[in-house]
């Protein structure tokens, strides 16, 4: 609610939430706390079908609502809703898509766990190697937290259903020569829940993609 208050008056703001199969109280509790709120819409999946699908859900859903820029972001805490505002700002006109990137030489990811952080930090060294014909290499591929002109995701189709999506997204940018750009950011320890992601696993699919 803080967020759209910054925003309101300055950037006609859609809000769209996605409920992937929880199997708590937390739509309804969503639900009644933005009840008053018609700028904030819930997509909810009866079924857990992956973080990547759920993004998915959430483009398509802002693509039908012909907005410009779609900003991404985690509903785990990692990254500080309050720097929506910041993000929206910070957007350039000759960028088309920029991420949050707490494994910048600026970033902070002292508040990440180490063993996430040990392989999120070698796939991006993997990454920036086999993409280094493309001139335009990242630290991090794995921030879910970033902004992209509208166009952006109607020009990419991922195909990871889980975590990988989101790494997927910015490859795809970057070979077909799409404008890329990394915010330095500070990731927060995690307030709540824990993560579902299984690192083997992940490792796994991120290796066959690369």
Same mark, same amino acid.
């Given at each position: 609610?803080?967020?759209? =208050?910054?925003? !309101?008056?300055?950037?006609?703001?859609?809000?769209?939430?996605?409920?992937?199969?929880?199997?708590?109280?937390?739509l309804?509790?969503?639900?009644?706390? #933005?009840?008053d709120y018609? @700028?904030?819409?819930?997509?909810?999946?009866? =079924?857990? @079908?992956?973080?990547? /699908?759920?993004?998915? *859900?959430?483009?398509?859903?802002?693509?039908?609502? =012909?907005?410009?820029?779609? /900003?991404?972001?985690?509903?785990?805490?990692? +990254?500080?809703?309050? +720097?929506?505002?910041? #993000?929206v700002? @910070?957007f *350039?006109?000759? %960028?088309?898509i920029?991420?949050? *990137?707490?494994?910048?030489?600026?970033?902070d990811?002292?508040?990440?766990?180490?063993?996430?952080?040990?392989?999120?930090?070698g796939?991006s060294?993997?990454y920036?190697?086999?993409?280094?014909?493309?001139?335009?290499?990242?630290? %991090? +591929?794995?921030? %879910?937290?970033?902004i992209?002109?509208a !166009?952006? +995701?109607?020009?990419i189709?991922?195909?990871g259903?889980?975590?990988?999506?989101?790494?997927? &997204?910015?490859?795809? %940018? &970057? &070979?077909?020569?799409?404008?890329? $750009?990394?915010f330095?950011?500070?990731?927060?320890?995690?307030?709540?829940?824990? *993560?579902?992601? =299984?690192?083997?696993?992940?490792?796994?699919?991120?290796? $066959?993609? &690369?």
């Amino acid at each position: 609610k803080a967020v759209l =208050k910054i925003m !309101e008056g300055t950037v006609d703001t859609q809000v769209i939430i996605v409920d992937d199969g929880s199997t708590d109280m937390t739509l309804r509790e969503m639900r009644a706390h #933005f009840q008053d709120y018609d @700028q904030v819409h819930f997509i909810r999946h009866w =079924k857990n @079908q992956g973080f990547g /699908v759920a993004l998915r *859900s959430g483009v398509e859903a802002a693509l039908e609502k =012909k907005v410009e820029l779609i /900003v991404t972001i985690d509903a785990d805490t990692n +990254y500080d809703h309050f +720097y929506i505002p910041y #993000f929206v700002d @910070q957007f *350039s006109k000759e %960028c088309d898509i920029m991420t949050a *990137s707490p494994w910048h030489p600026d970033g902070d990811a002292k508040n990440f766990p180490w063993r996430r952080l040990i392989l999120s930090k070698g796939l991006s060294f993997l990454y920036r190697r086999v993409l280094a014909r493309y001139g335009q290499p990242l630290y %991090c +591929y794995s921030a %879910c937290f970033r902004i992209a002109r509208a !166009e952006v +995701y109607r020009q990419i189709q991922w195909q990871g259903t889980d975590f990988l999506a989101t790494s997927e &997204i910015m490859v795809r %940018c &970057i &070979i077909i020569w799409l404008k890329v $750009r990394e915010f330095p950011f500070k990731v927060n320890p995690r307030w709540f829940g824990e *993560s579902k992601m =299984k690192k083997v696993r992940q490792m796994n699919r991120h290796l $066959r993609f &690369i």
